[in-house]
């Protein structure tokens, strides 16, 4: 359960935020983008990004960050900065939605992406939920860990089929 929290920063497109703060929840709002959120539970510090596309040129006016691998780094560097431990880091990730079949599979790429950047870092993703063609809320607070996930209703792709299967419920990752 999330706890009781005074400050809700969010995090968008192209942003990441690494807090130590214990009344403050990182949240964003994701589709085919990825969020990755990461935390040091001894130090009991953590921080969360967002990006677009896994690599790419820098053709939106020097917002490197809407990359995955920029944002990855960024956001671990974030984190040591402020006495995380490299070796000590978990990662929850979300979004990689596929919202519309009229573009390539965006989601599957980023969640692809996500997965080798972490299994290449030696970083223990502990929880993750990918895919689907609905947009996902998330609410992670830093300093516990604790991530909490909600589906966003509706039909974002007016030509697309019915699901075979239904979406991943409302969750929260311990």
């Known amino acids: 359960m999330i706890p009781d929290i005074r400050r809700t920063i969010t995090?968008?497109?192209?942003?990441?935020?690494?807090?130590?703060?214990?009344?403050?929840?990182?949240?964003?709002?994701?589709?085919?983008?990825?969020?990755?959120?990461?935390?040091?539970?001894n130090l009991r510090v953590g921080g969360m990004n967002?990006?677009?596309?896994?690599?790419?040129?820098?053709?939106?006016?020097?917002?490197?960050?809407?990359?995955?691998?920029?944002?990855?780094e960024q956001l671990i560097n974030a984190l040591l900065r402020l006495g995380a431990d490299r070796k000590a880091l978990v990662a929850k990730a979300f979004g990689a939605a596929n919202m519309t079949e009229r573009l390539s599979p965006i989601g599957d790429s980023n969640a692809r992406f996500t997965r080798e950047f972490l299994l290449a870092e030696g970083i223990a993703?502990?929880?993750?939920?990918?895919?689907?063609?609905?947009?996902?809320?998330?609410?992670?607070?830093?300093?516990?860990?604790?991530?909490?996930?909600?589906?966003?209703?509706?039909?974002?792709?007016?030509?697309?089929?019915?699901q075979a299967e239904p979406p991943k419920p409302n969750v929260v990752l311990f």
């Open 11 to 41: 995090i968008t497109q192209g942003e990441f935020l690494a807090v130590r703060e214990p009344d403050v929840v990182l949240s964003t709002i994701l589709g085919s983008c990825v969020s990755v959120c990461l935390y040091d539970p």
């Open 50 to 72: 967002h990006f677009l596309l896994p690599q790419g040129q820098d053709t939106f006016g020097g917002r490197s960050e809407r990359y995955g691998v920029h944002a990855m």
């Open 125 to 162: 993703c502990i929880a993750e939920s990918f895919g689907g063609v609905n947009a996902r809320k998330v609410l992670f607070h830093a300093t516990s860990g604790t991530a909490r996930q909600m589906i966003v209703p509706g039909d974002f792709d007016e030509g697309r089929k019915p």
